[in-house]
Nanobody
Framework: QVQLVESGGGLVQPGGSLRVSCAAS????????MSWVRQAPGKERELVAG???????FYADSVKGRFTISRDNAKNTVDLQMNSLEPEDTGVYYC?????????WGKGTLATVSS
């Protein structure tokens, strides 16, 4: 049974930091492209960051220099370190696993940036 379980969301003030994590099980994690996708209130989902099997990374322009994605293939986890947070970063952050046309999604964790 495939599971992606996110954790680490919460409320933070502008300029602060949060780290969201995703624990994966039920599939061969190391074979999958992992990404974080967020959905802001009233908006469509957008790809924030991704990391390949070999740990090459991709970032949306809006988060470059502020967010860092990393993975641990031994622990089956993928993390997103978010620094210098802005109110526009508020949203539900979903963990996504992709390989050969297969996509698995977590249920998401809410991050709120507000003073």
């Amino acid at each position: 049974q495939v599971q992606l379980v996110e954790s680490g969301g919460g409320l933070v003030q502008p300029g602060g930091s949060l780290r969201v994590s995703c624990a994966a099980s039920g599939f061969t994690f190391s074979n999958y492209y992992m990404s974080w996708v967020r959905q802001a209130p009233g908006k469509e989902r957008e790809l924030v960051a991704g990391i390949t099997r070999g740990s090459n990374t991709f970032y949306a322009d809006s988060v470059k220099g502020r967010f860092t994605i990393s993975r641990d293939n031994a622990k089956n986890t993928v993390d997103l370190q978010m620094n210098s947070l802005e109110p526009e970063d508020t949203g539900v952050y979903y963990c996504k696993a992709t390989s050969g046309g297969m996509n698995y999604w977590g249920k998401g964790t809410l991050a709120t940036v507000s003073s």
